[in-house]
């Protein structure tokens, strides 16, 4: 997601195409990306480690961007 | 996300970048969308229905994109 603060003119598009289809009450939209990944790592922590060197190196823009790591 | 069968080029372009940056055992990547909403309804399930309707009409493309909607 991009960090509060960042404008997300994706989101405010959203928001007011929402509107304009008679959504009301539709506060604020914030849109993001998700990545899956499909890993040979069989161990949850080591797996946790790996992806997060990913996102600081590649897959989040970490100057405007957030992101969090979910293990399944 | 895109449905499974669906191609994915800029899923498989990170799996691509992740292997060139020495990242193995990546063995699958597919790229998707989350759209976080403020709304204003404060019943859950009134929330779901309504999210799941502007899913349908606006924020899925629901030919090629499955989708599903969590309540925070």
């Known amino acids: 997601m991009l960090k509060n603060g960042v404008l ?19 506060e604020a939209v914030r849109q993001g990306k998700v990545i899956e990944l499909d890993l040979a790592e069989t161990d949850a922590e080591a797996a946790r480690a790996s992806v997060t060197e990913m996102c600081e190196k590649l897959l989040a823009n970490t100057v405007i961007e957030s992101y969090s790591v979910e293990i399944a």
């Open 8 to 26: 997300d003119p994706q989101g405010e598009a959203v928001r007011h195409a929402l509107g304009q289809l008679g959504f009301d009450g539709v």
